[in-house]
């Protein structure tokens, strides 16, 4: 560990040396296109210009609404966009390096009263949420967010752990608890389609995984909303992110290479054809965790290596008269060996289990084409189709307590493919009204198959065994409307079908703020959200009394969720905000076991897979509930922070009718971010810290019972005291070291980032050791150094 820290003091002091004379700032190109917020109508003749920069640099907009500013200095620069009739927005503190251009897409609203400018002081930075149609529980955020804050693993997942109602508090995944709901509950999409879990390792019917498929390097401005998101939204009750891959440079052929954590890794963007504004984007990863386990440096996985690689692309090709076309794909696959076999009787490792060898593989990719037409300049359609696949594997074998041999225990298969059609059209009334419609269907296609191997008849016998296809129908409609400057209501309604047991549901929303003055702004909001079951579920079979087998779950409806939200959010100054939201949501239509019992579907996703009970019913219930507080300093003046208070509770009630505490009820999750940068001699060479704290309640969990677990040689809970038992409060501290050095035409950047500061043992779970028969302790991530290297030229 030492050598290592060395080598990258070694780095940062040569970097030093070799700048040492460099005075002035290189300078980069800074372009971008300017639309109308609703219409995607380009705005010639805006005004572009970056603020405290002599000689003024600045430019107006193109007929096609683009702009270029060149020789803008390294650093930071705050860029201010006007025209006439609209509102004014101000982006701040704007990353500029001289290894790669900024490409920008700037976004300005129609002025209700036509004066000559209003500027409106919070627009146009990260924070805001790209949908319009987002009123309450929404943000933004970019790829700078993404790689900037300490403990991410430039992860969006991790990433949004900082955000008020969310927690994570398990070190080995990025799965996302939003006030108190399963991450089975999250919905993902990409450039508007909705995707599988878009993980490493990940699991059908999951939404998490311990390393993202997604590469931040490719992220554009981007969407995550946390309760009464818009209609566009459908089969998800906790959550959306809503994900946009950028465009390449146009102009320029620039290159990425990358070392860390997530992979090496190596990208490539530029024009298709010079002169005609087409681009493509390509990067391509592979995992470093094999690599640091064979020089000795721990990954934190015990015995477990994991092997992994994706591949994200996305070409843009505008047209003269046919409107603009886009081709995205995004895939990965992984695989490891979780081997109790190679473990001694005092292992506590984080994922493996004395009682078994697990083998897992998984697979996921999406492809898809986006066309955007043009109708005219208040409206516009976008027709896209897309394919993706998704698959995971497992072979479980249990071992011998005597001689720790390995009998076959259980397998499984999944694999779903999806076939997605869908149009959306978005129309411009006037400056007060705007709509979105669409409809979009889902042909799946499945195979399902796991079995449970059976001593007595030396076989497996099957828990699920088809193939076939389904389909799922959705629609939306979203109205809004401006009363005045200040008053706004987005209205709309989303209906879905599943095909396959023909359920349908109709779901209102509705959204309403108001700002008081140019400082407060109050905001309500109401959805109804449904959600289907895992896939698997569906199709779990079981015997009957006339030993036939039948699947007792074919027919469960959707999970649904009443979200009801209220916010307030106070402007103290241009780049501080203080924001608030209380929240309550009733779920209703959960599906529990028809005998008495503590199951409920609620707490899916508390661990590695989905749960196998049949004879499910949709008569459970559920309630969250909670007050969740941000104070955010917008980065500026070279610093930033970010403080967010969750508390809340989450209960559910099972077919026993008691009500307890969810898997996911740790009720409360305090976060602190800060980050502060520096010139180190001259405008090239800079210096950032980041450092994050996170203090949140421990998760419940139901207590082994330790004298059957002896008797039956493995684990045996105690159901009758689900959910009762509260794990220890989760702390931990992360720093995060950044050194960027700009030279011509190219940046390096040196990071470490050091995970669990202070090496605080934080309780990932409890199981059962049958050798020693005792309740073994589990703990997460240790102190976690983890160093990185980017270049981009």
């Known amino acids: 560990m030492r050598h290592k820290l060395i080598t990258l003091m070694m780095l940062l002091s040569l970097s030093h040396w070799a700048t040492a004379q460099e005075k002035k700032a290189y300078t980069q190109t800074v372009r971008g296109t300017v639309l109308d917020m609703v219409s995607q109508s380009p705005l010639p003749g805006a005004s572009v210009r970056i603020l405290d920069t002599d000689p003024l640099i600045g430019t107006a907009t193109d007929l096609e609404g683009g702009f270029m500013l060149e020789q803008v200095p390294a650093g930071r620069a705050t860029i201010r966009v006007s025209f006439l009739g609209y509102e004014s927005t101000t982006l701040r503190e704007i990353p500029i390096t001289s290894g790669k251009e900024v490409v920008l897409t700037i976004q300005l609203q129609e002025n209700l009263e036509q004066m000559e400018e209003v500027v409106v002081q919070a627009r146009g930075d990260s924070r805001e949420a790209q949908n319009e149609m987002a009123t309450v529980s929404a943000r933004g955020f970019d790829m700078e967010a993404t790689n900037r804050f300490a403990g991410s693993r430039n992860d ?95 102009y320029r052929r620039e290159y990425l290479v990358q070392m860390g954590f997530n992979g090496i890794e190596l990208g ?68 490891i060996d979780l081997l109790g076999s190679e473990s001694d009787s005092s292992t506590t490792d984080l994922y493996s289990e004395m009682s078994q060898n697990i083998y897992n593989r998984a697979k996921m990719g999406v492809i898809g084409i986006n066309h955007t037409q043009y109708y005219d300049p208040e409206t516009f359609g976008v027709i896209t189709l897309s394919a993706d696949h998704s698959f995971s594997g497992n072979r479980v074998d249990s071992l011998s307590l005597e001689n720790r041999t390995p009998v076959p225990l259980y397998r499984n298969h999944y694999g779903l493919s999806k076939i997605r059609a869908q149009y959306e059209v978005h129309r411009k009334v006037d400056n007060k009204n705007n709509f979105r419609m669409g409809m979009n269907y889902d042909y799946l296609k499945f195979n399902l198959r796991d079995s449970l191997y059976q001593v007595e008849e030396d076989r497996f016998q099957d828990l699920r065994n088809e193939t076939g296809s389904s389909g799922l129908l959705q629609a939306h409609l979203q109205w809004q409307h401006r009363f005045d400057q200040r008053v706004r209501a987005n209205i709309g309604v989303h209906y879905q079908n599943f095909i396959l047991n023909n359920i349908q549901q109709v779901e209102p929303r509705v959204g309403l703020s108001f700002e008081q003055n140019q400082r407060s702004t109050f905001s309500l909001g109401y959805g109804l959200h449904s959600q289907l079951q895992p896939l698997p579920v569906y199709f779990l079979e079981s015997e009957d009394l006339n030993q036939d087998l039948i699947r007792t779950n074919k027919n469960l409806d959707f999970t649904k969720s009443h979200h009801f939200v209220a916010g ?95 898997a996911f009820n740790s009720q409360y999750v305090l976060n602190g971010l800060l980050g502060k940068e520096w010139q180190i001699g001259n405008p090239n060479r800079i210096l950032s810290l980041d450092f994050k704290i996170t203090f949140a309640g421990g998760q419940y969990i139901t207590p082994i019972d330790l004298e059957r677990s002896i008797m039956e040689n493995q684990a045996v809970y105690q159901e009758n005291r689900a959910f009762s038992v509260k794990n220890p409060d989760y702390f931990r501290s992360d720093l995060k070291i950044n050194y960027r050095v700009n030279k011509k035409n190219l940046t390096h950047e040196w990071s470490l980032d050091i995970q669990n500061l202070t090496n605080h043992q934080n309780l990932f779970r409890q199981t059962f050791n049958p050798i020693t028969e005792s309740v073994v302790n589990s703990y997460q991530l240790g102190i976690f150094p983890i160093p990185q290297y980017r270049l981009t030229f």
Do not use: C
């Not at 450039?191 to 931040?216: K, Q, R, W, Y």
């Open 568 to 662: 307030y959010r106070y402007q103290i100054s241009p780049d501080i905000h203080l924001k608030s939201e209380i929240y309550y949501q009733h779920l209703y239509g959960i599906a529990v076991e028809e005998s008495s019992s503590s199951f409920s579907m609620l707490n899916a996703g508390a661990d590695f897979g989905i749960p196998d009970v049949d004879s499910l019913t949709n008569r459970g219930r559920g309630r969250n509930y909670g007050l969740e507080l941000t104070l955010e300093k917008q980065f500026s003046e070279g610093s930033y922070f970010l403080l967010t208070t969750s508390l809340f509770d989450s209960r559910y009630r099972g077919s026993d009718e008691q009500w307890r505490n969810t």
């Open 156 to 250: 969006p997942a991790r990433m949004a752990q900082n955000f008020a109602g969310v927690s994570g508090a398990n070190d080995s995944r990025n799965d996302i608890i939003i006030r108190g709901n399963s991450p089975t509950g999250v919905l993902w999409r990409l450039e508007g389609v909705d995707i599988p879990n878009p993980n490493h390792f990940g699991a059908m019917g999951t939404t998490g995984g311990p390393v993202s498929i997604l590469n931040s390097n490719l992220l554009d401005k981007s969407d995550f909303i946390t309760g009464a998101f818009p209609a566009a939204y459908g089969n998800a009750t906790a959550g959306v992110f809503d994900l946009n891959l950028r465009k390449g440079n146009a």
């Open 268 to 335: 490539a963007e530029g024009p298709l054809v010079e002169g005609k504004r087409a681009s493509y984007l390509l990067n391509y990863r592979y995992s470093t965790i094999a690599m640091m386990q064979e020089v000795g440096f721990s990954a934190g996985t015990g015995d477990a290596v994991p092997y992994y690689q994706d591949f994200s692309m996305k070409v843009d090709l505008p047209t003269d008269k046919m409107g603009r076309f886009s081709l995205f794909a995004l895939g990965g696959k992984s695989n």
